[in-house]
């Protein structure tokens, strides 16, 4: 049986500081999660390790402010 999606974050202004899993920033930017591990590998990107297994997590602000074309 597959598994129901889930429902995408809620984003507020006040979320600024709070940091999305890898998969949920790839969501909140419209590209792959892949795009993003290279920009992080690259340097381009800041991004955390949360947990016992180093799962990802980007910081909203961050994510807004890469995503902006130059």
Known sequence: MPRPP???PVLTPEA???YLPLTAS???????????????????LPARK???RGDLRIRRRDLDAWGIPA
Do not use: K, N, V
């Not at 795009?35 to 690259?42: E, G, P, S, V």
């Open 26 to 44: 790839a969501a909140y930017l419209g590209m792959h999660r892949d795009t993003l591990r290279r920009a992080i590998d690259r340097g381009e």
């Open 50 to 52: 949360f947990g016992p």
């Open 6 to 8: 889930r429902p995408a």
């Open 16 to 18: 600024a500081d709070h």
